[in-house]
């Protein structure tokens, strides 16, 4: 038992530290910021997210990130329902107007809030989707947007799991190909958590219906978006090796992830997608 409480103890000053070294870079890239180039897509690019007030600690960190890079948006929006927007802190009201950070708000419909409403109101650019608590590097968008073919309906992606088949039906989401690299044989389904970007009209109309997204798949947005990109017909651009970008110490105490993975809501949910649109089959997938 001590042995193992040691060991818990170095992993957690381990992750501490790596965590005031990501600080320190999001600090200096704030306070001096990359050379920024335009990035000749012909549209609008747009960094969407959004927020709730449980995330507000250490939402600043992520905008700073999202503010500074190689590659500069048009627009970077947070979306937020009206009762987190009255508890926003000082700290990200401070940067509205900064480096074209804007704030909206939208009815309150979760994690769909990231894109839903950018969709609607912004319906030919192109939009990278982020999350609220993630560090990332200054070539984040940059690189999303070298893999996008211009006038191409593609949704590009750093991470990506594979969805797995038994006698045709999709298999329970723990037996999944984890972080894949190739997709034979599986469905590629982008995790929004290190960012995706989507081309204009490389998700259907019915990617907008809030109730029936709000009925059937509440809690797993990506779930939602991979269904109807596929059914879209879109390409899918996978980008370099899978990996899980840092999220911000305590910041998942309040994510998904305990409802989706460990509580088996992503099954339920999968289900529900199958009995309303059908089993998804694999798409067209470049990976680069």
Not at 137 to 156: D, F, H, K, T
């Amino acid at each position: 038992m001590l042995r193992q409480a040691f060991r818990n103890f170095q992993i957690n000053r381990a992750a501490a530290r790596a965590e005031r070294d990501l600080l320190t870079q999001v600090k200096a890239r704030w306070e001096d910021p990359p050379a920024t180039s335009q990035h000749g897509l012909g549209a609008e690019v747009i960094v969407s997210l959004t927020s709730h007030a449980k995330r507000f600690p250490t939402l600043i960190n992520t905008l700073r990130c999202l503010l500074a890079q190689t590659v500069q948006p048009d627009r970077v929006i947070l979306w937020l329902a009206p009762a987190d927007e009255r508890r926003l802190p000082d700290a990200v009201r401070d940067v509205i107007g900064t480096r074209a950070f804007e704030i909206r708000i939208t009815p309150d419909s979760g994690s769909y809030k990231k894109l839903i409403p950018a969709l609607a109101q912004f319906p030919s650019a192109y939009i990278a989707t982020a999350d609220d608590d993630v560090f990332y590097p200054a070539n984040w968008l940059e690189g999303l947007i070298a893999a996008c073919s211009p006038l191409q309906r593609q949704i590009v992606c750093y991470r990506a799991h594979g969805m797995t088949f038994r006698h045709g039906v999709p298999e329970a989401y723990g037996q999944w190909d984890y972080e894949a690299n190739a997709f034979d044989g599986t469905v590629l389904v982008p995790t929004g958590v290190a960012g995706i970007l989507y081309a204009p009209h490389a998700l259907p109309a019915t990617a907008g219906d809030a109730e029936t997204f709000m009925a059937i798949c509440p809690k797993a947005d990506d779930i939602w978006f991979a269904w109807m990109g596929h059914l879209a017909g879109s390409e899918y651009v996978k980008i370099g090796k899978s990996h899980t970008p840092h999220s911000w110490r305590g910041s998942q105490k309040t994510g998904l992830h305990v409802h989706n993975v460990m509580g088996g809501g992503n099954d339920r949910q999968i289900a529900a997608m199958v009995a309303r649109f059908g089993t998804i089959r694999q798409g067209r997938y470049v990976i680069r």
